[in-house]
Each structure stands twice: as C-alpha cells, then as structure tokens.
C-alpha cells in the first residue's frame, strides 16, 4: 500500500513510553518524581522530641533574624527620613543666603543714603526698615564694629595703621560692613585696622 504521505499513530506497546527521557534514550523514572513531589514531609507524631526541639530552635533563630531584619530596615529608614530633613534644611539655608548675598549691594546703597539723610522724611526710609526687618527675621546681622580685635575669619584688613599704646590688631574704621547669616560668613567686613606701633 502507498504511503500517501501521512504517518499512522502507534498503537499498542510504543505508546508507553511518551514522556522525558534520559540522555540514553530511556524513559525517566516518573514514578520517583512524582513520589518526590507527592510527599508531605515528616510525620510530625514520629518526630523525636531532639527533632522537634532542633526545628523549634530554627523556628526561634530565622524568627530572630527576620526580627532584627526589620528593626535594621526602620532604623535605615529612620536615619534616611533624617538625612533628607538634614539636607532640605541645608539646601533651604543656602538659598537664602545666596539671595541675600545679591541683595548686600542694595542693603550699603540703602544704609549710605541713610547715613547722608537722605532717607529721612522718604518712603524709601520705610522700605529700608522693612528689608532689614525681614533680614534680621532670617538672622541676618552685621559683622564688624569700631573698636572690637581684628579676627580674620571676619575682617579684611584693607589699611594698616600703626598707632602707639595698640597691643593688639584692632578695628580702627569700618569701611564696609560684613554680613552673617547664622554662623555663615556672607560678607567679610573691610576694614582699616590699628596695628602695634614697631619703634
């Protein structure tokens, strides 16, 4: 007869042996796979009570790490919420101080016009009082008096004067105040300073 191109299926004992196979060819044990997954583990009343005590201790241990997992994983998230208040609080900080550097031009122009009375009488004099006001809210303050010991960190010695009877570098003249905000340096004050006298 013609094989007209089409296979008959197998009957009879071939049929048997469908499902994996080994690498030689043969079927692989099924059964023991099946008994594997079919398994429920041991019998909990067949348990010796040093069985039984060791799983509880493994219960005890894997509790204990998953306890101290999670209290590892609050404190991180503790110090993170930390972290990012500490770092807003900075950013915060530092625009405001980078703002209130581009105003200090302003604020001299505004105390010189007040020093020369030129403000008094003015609208201009109630919008200077508002400023500082608003400054001084920030903690905006003035670096630099007549008088107080040159520190450098806060003065810019831009004259030295030597003068008789001095024993220590002192602010003689404020030339341009200095500003701080907070413990932030924006703007050293220049100043003329008192030197001791060498002869």
Request: hydrophobic residues 40%; charged residues 30%; aromatic residues 4%.
């Amino acid at each position: 007869m013609a094989d007209n191109g089409k296979k008959k299926p197998d009957s009879g004992e071939g049929a048997e042996n469908i499902g994996p196979t080994s690498e030689d060819g043969d079927t692989a044990d099924v059964a023991g796979v099946e008994d594997l997954i079919a398994a429920e583990g041991p019998d909990v009343e067949t348990l010796t009570e040093e069985e039984i005590s060791f799983l509880e201790e493994g219960e005890r241990e894997l509790l204990d790490d998953m306890r101290n997992d999670l209290a590892r994983a609050q404190a991180e998230l503790v110090n993170f919420r930390k972290r990012v208040e500490r770092d807003r609080a900075a950013n915060r900080d530092a625009v405001i101080a980078e703002v209130i550097r581009t105003l200090l031009p302003a604020i001299d122009d505004l105390a010189r016009a007040q020093l020369h009375g030129d403000l008094a009488g003015s609208p201009l004099e109630l919008v200077a009082q508002k400023l500082r006001a608003g400054f001084e809210r920030y903690g905006l303050r003035i670096v630099g008096e007549k008088g107080e010991t040159f520190d450098p960190n806060l003065h810019e010695a831009l004259v030295q004067l030597p003068t008789p009877g001095v024993t220590v570098n002192t602010v003689a003249d404020v030339i341009e105040p200095g500003y701080a905000l907070g413990d932030r340096l924006l703007r050293a004050a220049k100043v003329a300073v008192s030197v001791p006298d060498g002869s």
